[in-house]
């Protein structure tokens, strides 16, 4: 018995502590309404306290009404004039709500817009760790699913947080001293539906909670269904990703209709007490009148209709109250996940050097340099020291898993180096303006990322996404990444249509264009992350001839599983369980390193070798 109790009181704190939690988180994403917004919510409070003063209104003239039509000797003008107030009333009440609603919208559509815009200007300066850290599935659903439950919530609650406590505490002093007996019916009606929705809440409230990762989960599984569609069919695995894709689906499904059969049996329950409450007030009712005396018959009755309307608004503002229990938990969740989002720090902190030292222009050294991904135990690259000067070309090769493309990312600053420093310029990276940073370097990665647009766009974004490269630039860059072929004889030629992804050309085709969009950048450093592995043997050394022509005087970091792409290198390092096992050019490493004789012996033949 001691044991149970102990875990109600810890079921009940950690409840208390969750519902503090989403308090804060609320009230921090409500901090970011700016003074425009807050000024509308202070005109939407004029037109709520109007709207609700003209509702209590019309029970006043409707008790009028009643009184004109039992008194002997009432003049039916003066009956059309209480109804026509009525009808003024409600108009009005009409008009307010409009304005309310539509301020509720604009409010809730700008601070949206704002958190979106927000959302993506945050996501965009994540490095990789914050990016792994959430998931893009995860952060997509907070750009959007969750932003717009914020959304709904503000709209709402605009017209039913404001309105419900100032209608029900205004209707509490409308009907004080109109009837004990009308006045105790009521309470036990409040009580009654009190403790029958907070048990449906108690169950419900968890789900709501629930449901936004499940979201998450599900757009995880549509992702990866989307993204390795030709390994799914390759492999006959449409059976399997369904079988996932509905697993997920089925979680979220399931757990939304137990939130909607919840929330489906309170509004029955709801106009079940309106109406035993109406019912319980005219009983009563007819009770006192009966036993009054016939002076207080008529006054009787006319506080009865009264009470009747002003009660049924108390319980209006109730379900109003009710409503928002039902969107905050789910909108909490979303704030306290947006929150998250806005509030990480990014590891990579920007520097505020844009130039580096001209006597070390184009150079770039490793200084032991040490890498481990966050919260790794081993590290993936191990005392790495390498130099390259001005206008020579540096090659990585290795086993896979060795640290080559790791060693590249440290670079445009992907990842931070654990140990070490890395300079470029003279300059430690870490140092440097983001801008300024990238603006030094043309980065190819292993996987070429295309753009939806036309072969001008994809290739002049490498002027900084501006597209202001010149038709000349963007045709020489083309025309130097191999490129030229190919591309004249789509339709439009530099005009032609590239779908998302580059979904319509081959892979030997993306990889070129995105070599001409970090030549057409004109870079201090190239950065090639296995990026000439689609290409056939002659187009790959066509393509590095017309770079060292073109592109003299500029650095090249290349990383390569073939060996005859990195031959001509000014120095090969041979990386090995992220350690330096080799360091020269070609002819020096047959002879020195054996890491390297083994991937030359088994990419070339001895003839090739001999030469």
């Given at each position: 018995?001691?044991?149970?109790?102990?875990n109600?009181?810890?079921?009940?704190?950690?409840?208390?502590?969750y519902?503090?939690?989403e308090e804060?988180f609320m009230?921090?994403i409500?901090?970011?309404l700016?003074g425009q917004?807050?000024m509308q919510?202070?005109?939407?409070?004029?037109?709520?306290v109007?709207?609700?003063?003209l509702?209590?209104k019309?029970p006043?003239y409707?008790?009028?009404?009643?009184r004109?039509t039992?008194?002997?000797?009432?003049e039916?003008?003066?009956?059309?004039?209480?109804?026509?107030y009525?009808?003024l009333?409600?108009?009005?009440s009409?008009?307010?709500a409009?304005?309310?609603?539509?301020?509720?919208?604009r409010?809730?559509?700008s601070?949206?817009?704002?958190?979106r815009?927000?959302?993506?200007?945050?996501v965009d300066?994540?490095?990789?760790e914050?990016?792994?850290?959430f998931?893009t599935a995860s952060?997509?659903t907070?750009s959007?699913?969750d932003v717009?439950?914020?959304?709904?919530?503000?709209?709402?609650?605009i017209?039913?947080?404001i309105?419900a406590p100032i209608m029900a505490v205004w209707?509490?002093?409308?009907?004080a001293g109109k009837g004990?007996e009308?006045?105790a019916v009521t309470g036990?009606t409040?009580?009654i539906?009190i403790?029958?929705i907070?048990?449906?809440?108690?169950f419900?409230i968890?789900?709501f909670?629930?449901?936004?990762?499940?979201?998450?989960?599900?757009?995880?599984?549509t992702?990866?269904?989307?993204?390795g569609l030709r390994?799914?069919?390759?492999y006959?695995?449409?059976?399997y990703?369904?079988?996932?894709?509905?697993a997920?689906?089925?979680?979220?499904?399931?757990?939304?209709?137990?939130t909607s059969?919840g929330m489906?049996?309170?509004m029955?329950?709801?106009y079940?007490?309106?109406?035993?409450l109406?019912?319980?007030?005219?009983?009563v009712?007819a009770y006192?009148?009966?036993?009054?005396?016939a002076m207080?018959k008529l006054?009787?009755?006319?506080?009865?209709v009264v009470?009747?309307?002003y009660?049924?608004?108390i319980?209006m503002?109730?379900?109003?109250?009710?409503?928002?229990?039902?969107l905050?938990?789910?909108a909490?969740?979303?704030?306290k996940?947006?929150n998250e989002?806005?509030?990480t720090?990014p590891?990579?902190i920007d520097?505020n050097?844009?130039e580096?030292k001209?006597?070390?222009?184009?150079e770039?050294?490793f200084?032991h340099?040490s890498f481990?991904?966050?919260?790794?135990t081993?590290?993936?690259?191990?005392?790495?020291n390498?130099?390259?000067?001005k206008?020579?070309?540096v090659?990585?090769?290795?086993?896979?898993g060795s640290?080559?493309?790791?060693l590249l990312?440290?670079?445009p600053?992907?990842?931070?180096a654990?140990e070490?420093?890395?300079?470029i310029?003279?300059i430690?990276?870490?140092?440097?303006?983001?801008e300024a940073?990238y603006n030094?370097?043309?980065?190819v990665?292993?996987k070429s990322?295309l753009?939806?647009?036309?072969v001008c766009s994809?290739?002049?974004?490498?002027?900084?996404g501006?597209?202001?490269?010149?038709?000349?630039?963007i045709q020489q860059a083309?025309k130097?990444?191999?490129?030229?072929?190919?591309v004249e004889?789509l339709e439009g030629?530099?005009?032609?249509?590239?779908?998302q992804?580059?979904?319509n050309i081959?892979?030997g085709?993306?990889q070129r264009i995105?070599i001409?969009?970090?030549i057409?950048?004109?870079p201090?450093?190239?950065?090639?992350?296995?990026?000439?592995?689609a290409l056939?043997y002659?187009?790959?050394?066509?393509?590095?001839?017309?770079?060292?022509k073109?592109?003299a005087?500029?650095?090249?970091l290349?990383?390569?599983?073939?060996?005859?792409?990195?031959?001509?290198a000014d120095?090969?390092?041979?990386l090995?369980?992220?350690?330096?096992?080799?360091?020269?050019?070609h002819?020096?490493?047959l002879?020195?390193?054996?890491v390297?004789?083994e991937?030359a012996?088994?990419?070339?033949?001895?003839e090739?070798?001999a030469?």
């Amino acid at each position: 018995m001691t044991v149970f109790k102990e875990n109600i009181a810890n079921t009940i704190s950690f409840e208390l502590y969750y519902v503090k939690t989403e308090e804060y988180f609320m009230i921090k994403i409500l901090k970011r309404l700016n003074g425009q917004e807050w000024m509308q919510i202070g005109i939407s409070l004029i037109f709520i306290v109007t709207q609700v003063w003209l509702d209590l209104k019309i029970p006043d003239y409707m008790s009028e009404i009643t009184r004109l039509t039992q008194t002997p000797g009432s003049e039916m003008k003066d009956i059309w004039v209480s109804g026509g107030y009525m009808m003024l009333c409600a108009l009005g009440s009409f008009v307010s709500a409009i304005i309310v609603g539509f301020f509720a919208s604009r409010i809730a559509a700008s601070f949206s817009q704002r958190l979106r815009s927000l959302l993506f200007f945050k996501v965009d300066s994540f490095s990789m760790e914050e990016i792994s850290r959430f998931s893009t599935a995860s952060l997509i659903t907070r750009s959007t699913n969750d932003v717009t439950q914020i959304q709904i919530l503000v709209t709402l609650g605009i017209q039913m947080v404001i309105k419900a406590p100032i209608m029900a505490v205004w209707a509490v002093t409308k009907i004080a001293g109109k009837g004990w007996e009308w006045t105790a019916v009521t309470g036990i009606t409040l009580l009654i539906l009190i403790t029958i929705i907070g048990a449906i809440m108690a169950f419900v409230i968890p789900k709501f909670r629930k449901m936004q990762t499940l979201t998450d989960n599900l757009n995880r599984v549509t992702m990866e269904n989307l993204t390795g569609l030709r390994v799914v069919r390759a492999y006959n695995a449409e059976d399997y990703q369904g079988e996932k894709f509905e697993a997920a689906n089925e979680e979220l499904t399931s757990t939304q209709l137990f939130t909607s059969r919840g929330m489906a049996v309170l509004m029955p329950i709801m106009y079940m007490m309106m109406s035993g409450l109406t019912l319980a007030i005219y009983w009563v009712g007819a009770y006192l009148i009966s036993a009054a005396q016939a002076m207080d018959k008529l006054m009787l009755f006319s506080n009865m209709v009264v009470f009747s309307s002003y009660a049924m608004q108390i319980i209006m503002s109730f379900m109003m109250v009710v409503m928002m229990f039902v969107l905050m938990p789910r909108a909490a969740v979303s704030a306290k996940r947006i929150n998250e989002v806005l509030d990480t720090k990014p590891t990579i902190i920007d520097g505020n050097i844009t130039e580096g030292k001209p006597e070390a222009a184009g150079e770039i050294v490793f200084n032991h340099v040490s890498f481990k991904y966050p919260e790794a135990t081993e590290y993936v690259l191990h005392d790495i020291n390498f130099s390259a000067k001005k206008g020579e070309t540096v090659a990585f090769i290795g086993s896979t898993g060795s640290g080559k493309s790791t060693l590249l990312s440290l670079i445009p600053r992907f990842f931070d180096a654990t140990e070490g420093e890395i300079l470029i310029d003279g300059i430690n990276v870490k140092e440097y303006a983001q801008e300024a940073l990238y603006n030094k370097i043309g980065y190819v990665p292993q996987k070429s990322v295309l753009f939806k647009g036309t072969v001008c766009s994809n290739v002049g974004y490498g002027d900084n996404g501006r597209g202001k490269a010149t038709e000349e630039e963007i045709q020489q860059a083309v025309k130097m990444a191999q490129g030229a072929e190919f591309v004249e004889k789509l339709e439009g030629q530099y005009t032609a249509n590239i779908s998302q992804g580059g979904s319509n050309i081959s892979g030997g085709q993306k990889q070129r264009i995105a070599i001409a969009r970090a030549i057409c950048r004109k870079p201090e450093l190239y950065l090639f992350d296995d990026s000439f592995s689609a290409l056939d043997y002659k187009t790959d050394r066509m393509l590095r001839t017309e770079l060292k022509k073109g592109a003299a005087g500029v650095t090249s970091l290349i990383v390569a599983q073939r060996i005859g792409t990195i031959i001509d290198a000014d120095q090969i390092i041979v990386l090995d369980e992220g350690k330096v096992a080799g360091k020269g050019t070609h002819k020096e490493l047959l002879k020195s390193c054996e890491v390297y004789r083994e991937i030359a012996m088994s990419q070339l033949s001895e003839e090739e070798l001999a030469l």
